[in-house]
């Protein structure tokens, strides 16, 4: 079956701009989680969603990011007044469940490059 | 104090011998354990998860977990160049949904 997507693949920007990135997961996944890679780092958690609400967002960096998953499938990370330190992947990945034996997949993430 | 470490590497070795990728972490309360691959401009993908203490194994790839000194490995037996990427260690967060991960181990593997 059809994997994690997203869109776009590429995102180039300019400071202080905003920005909105898209998640499609895994049809029949209840969770879904974004995270941010820079490079050389590992994924850093930002916020995980159950079905349509936000279950933890701890990982938000700041009031500037703000993501959404209305109808418990589609999810948008929404990025306002971005910084050149926002530049890196954001990966989103979904599981079945949720839990902490459930499996994440992950989609093929967007880059983000604010100039 | 990172709380989950790895060796950042590279670590290199040659095709058909085993590759050996260590992780440890911090909390004690972590019970699940994943290793996921990541070729370079592409997203993690999985290759073992374990919760249990001892090992599992899955074809050429072994996962070994010990809690009580809290480390966990990834054993790669006949190494092909195709097995070279970044191994990145991931660990739950007790009583959350959330994994922390290592900052990846790169292992080349040359003919």
């Known amino acids: 079956g059809a994997g994690v997507s997203q869109t776009p693949s590429n995102k180039v920007t300019e400071k202080g701009k905003y920005v909105e990135l898209r998640c499609d997961p895994i049809?029949?996944?209840?969770?879904l989680y974004w995270y941010r890679q820079s490079l050389g780092q590992g994924p850093e958690f930002l916020i995980y969603f159950q079905g349509t609400g936000a279950a933890d967002d701890s990982g938000l960096p700041n009031d500037r990011f703000f993501a959404v998953r209305p109808e418990g499938s589609v999810s948008t990370l929404k990025i306002q007044r971005t910084e050149r330190g926002d530049s890196a992947v954001y990966l989103c990945?979904?599981?079945?469940?949720?839990?902490?034996?459930?499996?994440?997949?992950f989609g093929p993430g967007t880059r983000l490059t604010v100039l | 104090q990172k709380e989950v470490e790895q060796n950042s590497g590279p670590l290199s070795v040659p095709e058909g011998a085993i590759a050996s990728l260590n992780c440890t972490y911090s909390d004690r309360g972590s019970q699940s354990f994943f290793w996921y691959r990541q070729y370079s401009g592409k997203s993690p993908e999985l290759i073992m998860f374990?919760?249990?203490?001892g090992d599992k194994e899955d074809g050429r790839f072994t996962a070994q977990l010990n809690k009580a000194s809290q480390y966990v490995s990834l054993l790669i037996r006949d190494s092909q160049p195709s097995d070279s990427a970044t191994y990145l260690c991931?660990?739950?967060?007790?009583?959350?949904?959330?994994?922390?991960f290592g900052t990846g181990t790169r292992l080349q593997v040359f003919p």
């Open positions: 049809s029949g996944h209840t969770a």
């Open positions: 991931a660990v739950n967060i007790p009583n959350t949904d959330k994994l922390i």
């Open positions: 990945a979904s599981s079945p469940y949720g839990g902490e034996t459930d499996t994440q997949y």
């Open positions: 374990i919760y249990s203490n």
